[in-house]
Every structure is written in structure tokens, then in C-alpha cells.
């Protein structure tokens, strides 16, 4: 493996562009053990991980499904165990918004293949228990969607309803969905110009902000911005600025009025295990420009972002493409 001084060297001639600020922490490792494919969430200064996959057992690739949830103090860099999510899950989509969180729909294990869920749940800290929800409408399931809140609404962009772990095959969507978490309703919203899955979503100021990811496989990565004014009346997509670095399964979250993009797989330079990212790109949604931000020390994908207090946290994620080698790893990067 490079070493993280080689990496960043290697970066810099590549990018041809200076680092800016920001620095790693590494913190409490998750104390379940190594988890990839969660979800991540934050309300006030608790950091919520839920379900996910973990590692394989003996003689076997295809790592089981998790119901686990588990939330870090950012104030006194502990952890604690919460209620099980009803479902073992995966790739699934959530959302933080007054002060509950929501899962609604993902992918979960069938054998060797992951597939879609629609299955929606509410979680209340106070109570620490999980509410069911309506379900995402019949032929609109599916996990690894963009997702942004504005007001009380989740809005869900794209995602995938299958993923065939041995056979490598992912049915990518373009479909948008809208759930009112006061109406407890869905309604459809406008696709995406292309489907996306594993992809990056938040939203700032009233626009909605899909970044990155990929399209019916881990090699065919995007480096696209699609951008949605959710106060227009006409709802639109629009294009910014690419990504300097085009890739899928990132992290990504926002802070300040700039989205932080984190990880990811399917790198053809190999800066990093298999193919495993180890790039940190932020963008200025003011200035419409992307700047080169100091790497992650340990390259990953297939995780989640979460910022809380300006800083942004990212635990576990997997060391190698697929899902054979995720990690117990907290990380927090501080611009």
C-alpha cells in the first residue's frame, strides 16, 4: 500500500493542484465489530449507524445483513447500542428531520443477490423505538438513492433495486420519489437525467445536490452534479460542475454551504487497496468549483458521511471493491 505521504504526492502531480486545509482524526473504533453499507445519520451531536453488512463467515463471500443500530457521542467520542432496526438491511436510504430519523426502503439479502425493499420506518431517540411507515410505492422500491430533506419532506433520486454480488450485475434507476413525514405520504417526483446508484445527496439552500456515483456497475462511475431548485415551480435538473474525480459508493455530506465527498470504488489507479478510493473533494455550491482536500489514511468505500458541528464523520466502510472487507473504523475529517 502507498504510504499516505506517497498518496498525497501522487494526488497532487496527478490533480496538479495544491491541497487545501483540513485534517484526519481517527476516533472509538465502532464497537460491534467491522460494518460496510450502512446508513448514517446525525441529530444534534449523536451520530446514528444503521444496519449494514458485515464480514463473511468462513469459506463463504457473501456477507450477511445486519438489523444492528448504534450511535457515537461526537462530545465524548463514545458508543452506545440503540434498538434494532424491524429489518435486517442494507444500502438503505435515510434521512435526519426533526430530530427522528427515517429508513425508507433499501436493498436486503436473498441468497446471493441483494434486492430492493420498500419497506419505511420511523425511529424516535426519546423512546428509542422504530415505527413502521407507509411503504415506498409498489415498483419505486429501492436502496442506494441520493436523498435530500427540505421542510418536512425526504426526497429519494435514483438508486438500485438489484444487486447480484456474483455476477456483478446492478439495476440502476432513475426514479425520484417525494415522502411527507407530516402527511405520511408518497408522491412521485422528477427522474434523474440518468440513474444512479451509490451516489452522493443534499440538500442546500433549497437545491437539491446528486453527486457522483455510478450506473449499472462499480467500473461505470459518473463524475456528474445534478442540481434541482426544489422552490422553482418548475422542477428541472441542471448540470454544475463535474467531479475531479468521477467514482461511486463515496460518502458524502454537507457543511457550511459546501458538500464533501469522500471514498469510494473503482479507481483505475489503484491509489489504494483494489481499487478502493482514498480521494477528498469538496464543492463550493457558491462558486460552482471543486477543490483537492488531504486523502483519507485508510482508503474506503461503502459508507456514509454525516457532518455535526462543522466537521464531518465517517465510520466504517470497506477496504476492498464489493463486500468482503469492511471495517470497524471512525474517522473525522475537520475542513
Known amino acids: 500500500m502507498f504510504s499516505r505521504s506517497l ?7 496527478i490533480s496538479g493542484t495544491a491541497f487545501s486545509s483540513g485534517t484526519w482524526q481517527n476516533l472509538t473504533s465502532i464497537p460491534s465489530g467491522p460494518r460496510q453499507e450502512e446508513c448514517v445519520a446525525s441529530i444534534g451531536d449523536t451520530v446514528y449507524v444503521v444496519g449494514g453488512v458485515t464480514s463473511p463467515p468462513p469459506n463463504d463471500t457473501f456477507p450477511p445483513t445486519i438489523a444492528l443500530v448504534e450511535a457515537f457521542n461526537t462530545t465524548d467520542n463514545t458508543w452506545r447500542r440503540l434498538a434494532d432496526l424491524p429489518i435486517t438491511i442494507n444500502h438503505c436510504n435515510i434521512a435526519s428531520l426533526n430530530g427522528k430519523l427515517y429508513v425508507l426502503g433499501g436493498l436486503v439479502g436473498q441468497g446471493g443477490v441483494w434486492v430492493r425493499t420498500g419497506r419505511a420506518f420511523e425511529y424516535c431517540p426519546q423512546s428509542d423505538a422504530w415505527t413502521e411507515l407507509p411503504s415506498l410505492p409498489e415498483g419505486a422500491e429501492r436502496g442506494s438513492s441520493a436523498v435530500g430533506v427540505w421542510g418536512d419532506q425526504v426526497f429519494l433520486a435514483g438508486g438500485m433495486r438489484t444487486l447480484n454480488i456474483p455476477a456483478g450485475e446492478q439495476d440502476t434507476v432513475a426514479t425520484g420519489l417525494v415522502y411527507d413525514t ?9 427522474d434523474l437525467p440518468e ?3 451509490h451516489v452522493g445527496g443534499v440538500v442546500i439552500g433549497g437545491t437539491f445536490y446528486v453527486v457522483g456515483g455510478r450506473f449499472r456497475g462499480q467500473n461505470n462511475v459518473r463524475g456528474t452534479v445534478f442540481t434541482m431548485n426544489l422552490t422553482a415551480e418548475e422542477k428541472v435538473w441542471a448540470e454544475k460542475s463535474i467531479m475531479p474525480t468521477p467514482r461511486g459508493g463515496l460518502a458524502a ?5 459546501k458538500i464533501y465527498t469522500f471514498g469510494g470504488e473503482g479507481d483505475p489507479l489503484l491509489i489504494g487497496p483494489a481499487g478502493v478510493y482514498n480521494n477528498t473533494e469538496v464543492y463550493d455550491t457558491e462558486t460552482d468549483s471543486w477543490e483537492v482536500l488531504p486523502p ?30 469492511p ?6 475529517f475537520i475542513p
Not at 498518496?7 to 502531480?13: E, G, K, Q, T, V
Not at 407530516?182 to 412521485?188: G, V
Open 7 to 13: 498518496r498525497l504526492l501522487i494526488l497532487l502531480a
Open 182 to 190: 407530516r402527511a405520511k405520504e408518497w408522491t412521485a417526483f422528477v
Open 195 to 197: 440513474g444512479r446508484d
Open 253 to 257: 455530506a454537507a457543511t457550511d454551504g
Open 296 to 325: 483519507m489514511d485508510i482508503p474506503r468505500h461503502g459508507t456514509a458521511a454525516t457532518a455535526v458541528g462543522g466537521k464531518l464523520y465517517i465510520p466504517g466502510g470497506g477496504l476492498m471493491r464489493g463486500g468482503a472487507a
Open 327 to 332: 471495517v470497524a473504523i471512525m474517522d473525522v
